[in-house]
């Protein structure tokens, strides 16, 4: 069984930074991709960003590309968000997940661990 632990949550002021880390424990981890969702009040859980864990190949929701980063550590079991430039709207509840196949990594069906979340809070 994996374990995922999502961390580096917080309040922030529009325009600041934060890096989400998101730890894999548990068996060997090898997924074939790790995502970032978040869920903002009274909304679906939407998808975030993607990276694939052999080669980096990474993909973004249009809503954050050229503000946000996915990366990863292979050695630290470790996928990382940062996040720039954040605004209101980004304020969420942000998951990380794992996927051991090869689709369903945008509408998150395809994922088979989760992570149990942390808050983003961002003011105005």
């Known amino acids: 069984q994996v374990q995922l632990t999502e961390s580096g949550g917080g309040l922030v002021q529009a325009g600041g930074s934060l890096r989400l880390s998101c730890a894999a424990s548990?068996?060997?981890?090898?997924?074939?991709?790790v995502g970032w969702f978040r869920q903002a009040p009274g909304k679906e859980r939407g998808f975030v960003a993607v990276?694939?864990?052999?080669?980096?190949?990474?993909y973004y929701d249009d809503s954050v590309k050229g503000r946000f980063t996915i990366s990863r550590d292979n050695a630290k079991n470790t996928v990382y968000l940062q996040m720039n430039n954040l605004q209101p709207e980004d304020t969420a509840i942000y998951y990380c997940?794992?996927?051991?196949?090869?689709?369903?990594?945008?509408?998150?069906?395809?994922?088979?661990?989760w992570g149990q979340g942390t808050q983003v809070t961002v003011s105005s």
């Open positions: 990276i694939t864990w052999s080669i980096g190949y990474t």
């Open positions: 548990g068996r060997t981890f090898s997924p074939a991709a």
């Open positions: 997940a794992a996927a051991v196949g090869v689709s369903g990594w945008y509408n998150g069906k395809g994922y088979d661990y």
